[in-house]
């Protein structure tokens, strides 16, 4: 059973940037054939789609990230990650990552088989 490590989570003040990271136990040339997302939950929310990349190599992002955060993998290392830049109060939140083997990039939690066990975001106003 594949298992997913997110690291990278913290305090930073708002404008501020993190990077959080994620990295797989399976090897380089399986971790290929996974599409990695990124997902948030707020305190009292429900759980919500950031970002995704698809093991073909498309993206896709949440509207309120696009042209804040990256999300970008390494295959040779099993690890995906999602830059996050121009860091808002409204980014608090615990974020996961997730995997679906062989995904064009959804954005339903649904379609993700695997999922880590969450960095906490806080950012301060």
């Known amino acids: 059973q594949v298992q997913l490590a997110e690291s990278g989570g913290g305090l930073v003040q708002a404008g501020g940037s993190l990077r959080l990271s994620c990295t797989a136990s399976t090897s380089a040339r399986a971790f290929a054939n996974y599409a990695m997302g990124w997902f948030r939950q707020a305190p009292g929310k429900e759980r919500e789609f950031v970002a995704t990349?698809?093991?073909?190599?498309?993206?896709n992002y949440a509207d309120s990230v696009k042209g804040r955060f990256t999300i970008a993998r390494d295959n040779a290392k099993s690890t995906v990650y999602l830059q996050m830049n121009g860091l808002k109060p409204e980014d608090t939140a615990v974020y996961y990552c997730?995997?679906?083997?062989?995904?064009?990039?959804?954005?339903?939690?649904?379609?993700?088989?695997?999922w880590g066990q969450g960095t906490q975001v806080t950012v301060s106003s």
């Open positions: 997730a995997a679906q083997l062989y995904g064009l990039g959804a954005n339903a939690r649904s379609a993700y088989e695997i």
């Open positions: 990349g698809s093991w073909v190599g498309a993206v």
